[in-house]
């Protein structure tokens, strides 16, 4: 097969276009879930909740991945075509943003955020595996970060239109809205994506679950590396701190903050548009992070060493949420956003690194069940201290964790460094 351009052959363009339906697709698939966050805070008497029960609400999708990315790594390392399960869980995810819309009350609130867990462990494990599949091995680290971009994308729309949609429409239409956005993007996924780009060339044949898929997650664990632990805890404590702790609680700092909005003459911006502003800012900002971190890695060779400072930029952006005063309030997560962006991306290739191409849906089980061990302790953790210490104790410990990760990091790459010159 002819060469193109730095090495890629006609086959991984075409492979490269099929990012387009497959990013798109996971992007609109976070519109619930982003609207949830931006608003959920601020709008829980009109969910029927009750104000304690947020962190709940907004982690219990976290917990029931702990127990479905192993399965659906797995699933997605064993069969031979991803593209059905892939689709399938694209509209698991947009009944659960319509459950959001039409129920009341914390249980059925419950039963829709544990639909959207499962829905999200076989779009991100399966999606990312798929990636990584296609991916070139001295390109991982880009393809991965295009990948991530639509990620950040879609949950920067969620968080904005989500936040406007609710101060413009109400809480519960603009859920709906956002089951219907989530809906395109299946039916692009279903209508662009070819079998021929998400066939499993490695997948093997297909033992009973009782012997093999039942242990999935358990066998994934032991397969771990320490590099790969190093890797996923990495992931795992920038989840806590951006998806978990951040996303939870900025709209009581930006009530805190901006009291009950921005007024001027004539116009005013409620809280909720304020927050989702925010929010799809630093995911905005991640944009940049995730591809541009990845590229560098694959030129660079030092994967570990761009973690490990990425880390430290984290946890100056979390840090910087302390101190007092609207200048904070969007430095810091702008900082913050570019870091976590790098990190999620910096992590995912690492895994493919390090894991075979036959075990990438399991490396990335891994990965992504400590991460969302991380956002789901978050929110919980966030309102169970906040009472106590209050947001700044709370965004200064989330920076002293950072801290230590990246001290991890760094050391795996002096150990990596060392054995490559040997």
Known sequence: MSQTLDGITPGDVGAMRTLWPLGLATALSLMGDATLYAVLPTHAGEAGITLGAIGVVLSVNR?????????????????ADRRRLFLGA????????????????????????????????????????????????????????????WFFLGAALGYLLGGVLTDAV???????????????????????LSARHTRNRQATRVGSWKTTGGRS?????????????????????NRLVVAGVLSATLGLLV??????????????????????????????????????SGLLSDRSGRRWGLL??????????????????????????????????SIQALATALIGDLSAGERHGRGLGVLYTMGDLGSAIGPLAAYALLPLT?????????????????????????????????
Do not use: E, K
């Open 255 to 292: 009530q805190d903050r901006v009291g009950n909005g921005l007024h001027g003459g004539g116009w005013s911006i409620g809280v909720a548009t304020v927050t989702g502003g925010l929010l799809a800012g630093r995911t905005l900002v991640s944009l940049v992070g995730a591809p541009l």
């Open 63 to 79: 917990f029931i991945r702990l127990a479905s990315n192993g399965p659906a790594g797995w699933l997605y390392d064993r069969l």
């Open 170 to 192: 109400g809480y519960r239409p603009a859920l709906g809205i956002g089951a219907g956005i989530s809906a395109v993007g299946a039916l692009a996924a279903a209508s662009a």
């Open 90 to 149: 694209l509209w698991l995810g947009v009944l659960s943003t319509a459950i959001y819309a039409l129920s009341s009350g914390l249980p059925s609130l419950l039963v829709g955020r544990l639909m959207w867990g499962i829905a999200w462990s076989g779009i991100w494990v399966g999606g990312n595996a798929i990636v990584l599949q296609m991916a070139p091995p001295t390109q991982r680290g880009a393809w991965v970060g295009v990948y991530q971009l």
């Open 308 to 341: 490990a400072w990425s880390l430290v930029a984290g946890a100056v952006g979390i840090g910087l949420l302390a101190i007092p005063g609207g200048l904070a309030l969007i430095v810091g997560p702008l900082i913050g956003a570019a870091a976590g962006g």
């Open 390 to 422: 209050g947001l700044p104790a709370i965004y200064l410990g989330c920076a002293a964790l950072m801290l230590i990760i990246a001290g991890w990091a760094a050391m795996m790459g002096r150990q990596a460094h060392t054995a490559a010159i040997r």
């Open 217 to 237: 997650l358990l066998h994934s664990l032991t397969l771990a590396t320490p590099a790969m632990w190093a890797a996923a805890a990495a992931h795992g404590i």
